[in-house]
Every structure is written in C-alpha cells, then in structure tokens.
C-alpha cells in the first residue's frame, strides 16, 4: 500500500463525498477502491474490516477507520482544518453537525419514492432557506472574516462549500436572498485546492443516478 490514504465505498457520493472533499481541500492525493459486489462487502465484513459492518472505510497512517464523523474529525485534526484552540473546535463542531443535518437530506432524497420527490425537495428548500443558510449568512456578516472560524480554513468552511453546491443542484436560486454565502461561495470554489477538486476529471463524484442507487440497494439488500 503507498502511503496515500485509501478510501473504500461505492463508486459515488453517499457519505464517502465529504471525506473525498476534505482530502482535497487539505491538497491530499487518496486511492479509491469502489464496492461493486454484494460479495466484495461481505468479504470486508467476513475479514473484519469493517468493525460495525459498514461503510466508509478510509486506510490511512496504520489504522483502518470507519464511521464518518471519526473518519473527518481525524481528517481534520491532522490536516490543521480544526481551529486553533478547543473553543475554535466547539464551533467548528457545531457548524458541521447543522450542515450535516441538511446534507443528510440531500444524501437520502435519490431514494425517495418517486412520489415523495417533490415533497422533500420542498423539505431541503425550506430547510435551506429558513433554518440553516440564513444562520451561515448572519455568522459570515458578524464575523466579517473570509472564513467561518477565525481566519482560517477549517472543515466547516468545505462542509458550508460543499451543502451549498449540493442545494444549487437541485435548487440553482437558493443563494439569491444570501449574499454573504454567495461571496463565500466565490472565494472557496476559487481557492487553488477546492478549485481544482471541482475540475472535470477530479475524484469528486457526479450526482447520484439510477445505476448508482441500484448498485447501492442491491449490495446493501435495501
């Protein structure tokens, strides 16, 4: 194994994306390996790499971690994104768990059923807009620096990039009552890292479709 870390999960976004987005944006190359068999993931439980039998999987410094929020705080630490001090950290931590709880939303909606679809993309518009954008507007005016926490880039910082990207998919005016997240916007997707990483040809990956979300419900047995 070369020393770059190691990721293993579907061959999407899912909860391996945000992994993938904070690797990038700390300038770290990764190696992908995709789970295309029911038989491929039962192996990895089966070898015990996998303590609570799921996914994301990232092999990095000795160590073979899974869970997600282990998986980026440990990220974060050692790539310098989790603030100065412990009280940098709180709001870090903080930020990341509102915008996971919209980003986690946009995970689950390609498998809603068909006839739901329009009843949780107006779910994530209303969320967007009236409960978690406007508390990253009103932090990013107060604040009056370039990044959520300090002055510093943080994992907060390409989670917000991340979510907002994500929302504009399926909701492409959701920033217009939001300037302050629309500057952001401008100064993370230009920043030489994050700019890169949203190139065609990056590791990060396209939209769920159809052959994702099969491939996914037929090794998960969903």
Known sequence: ???KPRLTYFNGRGRMEPVRWLLAAAGVEFEEKFLETREQYEKLIKDGELMFQQVPLVEIDGM??????AILSYLAGKYNLYGKDLKE?????????????LTQMILMFPFSPPDAKEKNLESIKERATSRY??????????HGQDFLVGNKLSWADVELIEAILAVEEKIPAVLSAFPQLQAFKRRMSNMPTIKKFLQPGSPRKPPPDEHYIENVMKILKM
């Open 1 to 3: 194994m070369s020393g």
């Open 64 to 69: 073979k971690l899974v869970q997600t929020r």
């Open 89 to 101: 950290r709180a709001m870090i931590d903080m930020y990341v768990e509102g915008i996971t709880d």
């Open 133 to 142: 954008f406007p508390v990253f507007e009103k932090v990013l005016k107060q």
